[in-house]
């Protein structure tokens, strides 16, 4: 198992730039979710799903979109990038409905300027 | 979910069992006590997590308090390899509407010196 997967490592974009970060799993899990990291702080939760075409919102939602068309894969999309964006973006995968121990992605380091 | 408080961080010497202690004074009865930890900017890893029974695995031991509003976490001989943030985390699981959800806090910063 490559367990989960994250594209690009590293991204720059210039503000207003949209792009897609991408996710994906080969453990057939249910539950996947987002998070960001900023600078010298714990992960914040942006947006996750419970199974395919099912999402629901995090703590720190806005700005981005997610969708969840099949099992394996979990894009985010930023919708028009911002400064405030610049992040390490962490992909995170679990079973049995979220319940289970989540296995996280290696992250992509994404700089707007 | 519960909030948790978890002191900024930790000295440890190597070799030596490092204890990281950790208060969820306002957990639920449904609310399972989950420690994860990141190495300098890697994802987080999963360490383990618990009821209110002692649980160990190859990693750690986590003690649970009797009234589960404290817990600690201990790695029993601490390597250079252990240095790391460390986070606790309470969350339900089924049943509610915050399952699967990791609510990350500020975690500990654990410094392993040779």
């Known amino acids: 198992n490559a367990g989960v997967t994250q594209t690009p490592k590293f991204q720059v974009l210039k503000t207003g730039q949209s792009m897609t970060l991408q996710c994906a799993q080969d453990?057939?899990?249910?539950?996947m979710s987002w998070y960001r990291q900023d600078p010298g702080m714990g992960l914040r939760l942006i947006h996750y799903s419970v199974g395919a075409g099912i999402t629901d919102q995090g703590e720190v939602p806005n700005g981005y979109n997610v969708s969840r068309s099949t099992t394996e894969d979990f894009p985010l999309r930023l919708l028009s990038a911002a400064p405030s964006q610049t992040s390490v973006y962490f992909c995170a995968s679990s079973g049995i409905g979220g319940a289970g121990e989540q296995y996280f992605g290696p992250g992509t380091r994404l700089t707007v300027t | 979910d519960a909030k948790t408080t978890q002191p900024p961080s930790m000295d440890c010497a190597e070799g030596r069992a490092a204890n990281l202690p950790c208060n969820h004074s306002?957990?639920?009865?449904?609310?399972?006590v989950y420690w994860y930890r990141q190495i300098h900017s890697q994802g987080p890893q999963y360490i383990i997590h618990g009821l209110k029974n002692n649980e160990t695995n190859e990693m750690a031991s986590l003690i649970i308090t009797e009234d589960r509003k404290s817990s600690t976490l201990i790695l029993p001989h601490a390597t250079l390899r252990d240095t790391a943030v460390y986070y606790c985390i309470v969350r339900a699981l089924r049943g509610s509407s915050n399952t699967g959800k990791l609510i990350f806090g500020q975690g500990t910063t654990l410094q392993v010196k040779p």
């Open positions: 453990m057939n899990h249910e539950y």
């Open positions: 306002t957990i639920s009865g449904n609310e399972y």
